[in-house]
Structure formats: C-alpha cells, structure tokens
C-alpha cells in the first residue's frame, strides 16, 4: 500500500515536500522511486532512493529535487525547490524505475504550480 501527501499550489519558485508512507509488499529493502503524471500525459519517473540512501534523478529535476527516506518509519520523502509551471502534475511513490513489475499506484498528490 502506497499514500502520499504533501501536494499543494504553490507560486514559481516555491517549495514543496512531499511524503509517501509505504506497507506491505514494499520494505525498507525495496528501492523506491517518485513519479509523476500531468495531465493528459503517462507516468514519468522523477527519482529513486536506495535502500542506503542514495538517489538518482530525472534530468528535469536534478539539483531542484532532493529524496530521502526514513526506513524505520517506511516513508519517503521529495524536497521540491524551485518549482516551475512543468512540475504541475499529480505525483506517486512506488517501487524504483528499475523493477519489472510495480505495486498497484497509491492516491498520489497534486501538485500545481500555476504559469
């Protein structure tokens, strides 16, 4: 199970934090990623965390977006800054970018961030 929180409006050039709590099948062993769906568009990855804590980003986000993680709580994290119109969009946890198959998608949460 899968639930994030955290979305908002926010003005151009704000800041967000976004939360995902995670359960069942998805362990603190589990690479986890963040995406995100805009409208009238498909699921684009924006990053994954590691188990150990290290990350990767999508080039769109990089330096703007930070992901962590507290295993003993299964929950991680987006630190969003410097927020532009094009990150508009309702953003998911899930498993990392690299596994085959993901877990059913959670809720997620809007972000807007008007032009």
């Known amino acids: 199970h899968l639930a994030e929180s955290g979305g908002d409006l926010v003005q151009a050039g704000g800041s967000l934090r976004l939360s995902c709590t995670f359960s069942?099948?998805?362990?603190?062993?589990?690479?986890l990623g963040w995406y995100r769906r805009a409208p009238g568009k498909n699921y684009q990855w924006v990053a994954d965390i590691s188990p150990d804590g290290s990350t990767v980003y999508a080039a769109s986000v990089k330096g703007r977006f930070t992901a962590s993680r507290d295993n003993a709580k299964n929950m991680v994290f987006l630190e969003m800054t410097s927020l532009k119109p094009d990150d508009t969009a309702v953003y998911y946890c899930n498993k990392g970018r690299s596994y085959d198959v993901l877990e059913q998608w959670g809720p997620g949460t809007q972000v807007t961030v008007p032009s």
């Open positions: 069942g099948s998805i362990s603190a062993i589990d690479t």
